[in-house]
């Protein structure tokens, strides 16, 4: 987005139609009212080019008192981009998820999001089958195991996030 319109100093997300949230980025390609959205972006948020689309800034702390709002878990499902580039390889899942955390520190991510990842020069496609939120409270305190809450829609990604990786059908 425009920094006219939001700028990322100010405000970290903005909520698209009421549901879908997005980090902001600011590029002064993007003239001022104006939204780039990738592809996987525009297909998951079901929005095409040119539409009209209703942007408001989000406040992760307005929901449930901003406790609930970090992931300790977050399942992800994950296929190649380019079918042709298939590799028999395996992937180190657990390097995987810290390469993942690192790559989208702080990102809001919601059930159903579609979203390319970009492992060792392999470029992933990968769709979130999965959010579990932890109680922020419990995890700065250290009083024992964070109870996690499995019923949200979407979560921060922090480095301390435990990431599980399913295989896309073929």
């Given at each position: 987005?425009?920094?006219?319109?939001?700028?990322?100093?100010?405000?970290?997300?903005?909520?698209?139609?009421?549901?879908?949230?997005?980090?902001?980025?600011?590029?002064?390609?993007?003239?001022?009212?104006?939204?780039?959205?990738?592809?996987?972006?525009?297909?998951?948020?079901?929005?095409?080019?040119?539409?009209?689309?209703?942007?408001?800034?989000?406040?992760?702390?307005?929901?449930?008192?901003?406790?609930?709002?970090?992931?300790?878990?977050?399942?992800?499902?994950?296929?190649?981009?380019?079918?042709?580039?298939?590799?028999?390889?395996?992937?180190d899942t657990q390097e995987m998820g810290k390469a993942f955390c690192n790559a989208?520190?702080?990102q809001i991510f919601s059930l159903g999001q579609d979203l390319a990842f970009d492992f060792r020069g392999v470029n992933l496609a990968i769709k979130?089958?999965?959010?579990?939120?932890?109680?922020?409270?419990?995890?700065?305190?250290?009083?024992?195991?964070?109870?996690?809450?499995?019923?949200?829609?979407?979560?921060?990604?922090?480095?301390?996030?435990?990431?599980?990786?399913?295989?896309?059908?073929?």
């Amino acid at each position: 987005v425009n920094k006219k319109d939001f700028s990322s100093a100010t405000v970290k997300y903005v909520i698209a139609n009421q549901k879908f949230v997005f980090t902001v980025l600011n590029d002064d390609s993007c003239s001022p009212g104006e939204v780039g959205v990738s592809a996987l972006l525009r297909r998951w948020a079901n929005v095409s080019i040119s539409e009209v689309v209703s942007i408001q800034p989000f406040d992760p702390a307005s929901v449930d008192g901003g406790q609930q709002i970090y992931l300790g878990n977050l399942s992800l499902e994950v296929g190649f981009n380019r079918k042709i580039l298939e590799r028999k390889e395996e992937f180190d899942t657990q390097e995987m998820g810290k390469a993942f955390c690192n790559a989208y520190d702080q990102q809001i991510f919601s059930l159903g999001q579609d979203l390319a990842f970009d492992f060792r020069g392999v470029n992933l496609a990968i769709k979130v089958t999965g959010v579990d939120v932890v109680d922020l409270d419990v995890l700065k305190k250290g009083t024992g195991a964070p109870s996690s809450n499995s019923n949200k829609q979407r979560g921060i990604v922090m480095k301390q996030t435990t990431i599980s990786f399913t295989k896309a059908p073929d």
